[in-house]
């Protein structure tokens, strides 16, 4: 039995005029998952990754850690790509809103994306931009089918942000979509899941985990933004 190791991208550039690419600490998050996977001598059959900015550098940084030569060909998958937070919370709040820089605005800026996730998710709101929930929920699918039906009993690396891993988690628990949005809020920077993979079925193995940024020297290395 194969294993697919869902990786949330590295700590982006919240509150910054462009999210989409790491911060300093996020760089150093994946590279730091490329140097504990060569510790282990991990090694991957396959590796599908999102097209956003932070999926292409959390990428590079886990392959430097790695300094692995063999690593196979990224196949990109548009369908993993993260949600728009901006045009949900749009749709719910079209008036402007502060920018989240203290603790309080940031805990707004969540519970309303979570209400504007379930509200998607129910067809309530239509985001402008975006697809409906079904028909991005049904992109996700699309890829777990892939890996279970081409890459069963291998190693497969999967690089995607919050969104997409608590859908696809949830797909694979079988439980209601709206579960998936509190799998989503509680993933970290740079974490790992695993699923276990065979050509019947995908299983959860392991959720969130982030020892790879634990230890001396690397206090504050554990990110959720």
């Given at each position: 039995?194969?294993?697919l190791y869902l990786v949330r991208h590295a700590q982006a550039s919240f509150g910054a005029a462009d999210y989409d690419q790491?911060?300093?600490l996020g760089h150093q998050q994946a590279r730091r998952l490329g140097e504990y996977w060569r510790g282990k001598s991990q090694r991957f059959d396959a590796v599908l990754s999102g097209t956003l900015r932070r999926h292409r550098e959390t990428l590079e940084g886990i392959a430097q850690g790695l300094a692995a030569e063999d690593m196979p060909a990224t196949q990109l998958w548009p369908g993993l790509d993260e949600y728009d937070s901006a045009a949900l919370i749009h749709a719910i709040h079209p008036?402007?809103?502060?920018?989240?820089?203290?603790p309080a605005l940031y805990r707004q800026h969540f519970r309303m994306l979570c209400d504007a996730l379930a509200q998607w998710?129910?067809?309530?709101?239509?985001?402008a931009g975006m697809p409906s929930w079904n028909d991005f929920s049904a992109g996700l699918h699309e890829v777990l089918e892939h890996v279970r039906h081409r890459h069963a009993d291998h190693?497969?690396?999967?690089?995607?942000?919050g969104g997409p891993i608590g859908a696809m988690i949830s797909r694979v628990l079988s439980t209601p979509a709206e579960a998936g949005i509190g799998l989503n809020m509680r993933l970290r920077n740079c974490s790992v899941s695993e699923l276990?993979?065979?050509?019947?079925?995908l299983m959860l193995q392991t959720f969130n985990g982030v020892g790879h940024l634990e230890g001396q020297?690397?206090?504050?290395w554990i990110t959720h933004a």
């Open positions: 039995m194969g294993t790491l911060s300093p008036g402007p809103l502060p920018q989240a820089d203290t998710m129910s067809g309530t709101i239509s985001p190693d497969v690396l999967l690089v995607t942000s276990s993979v065979s050509s019947r079925r020297g690397r206090e504050g």
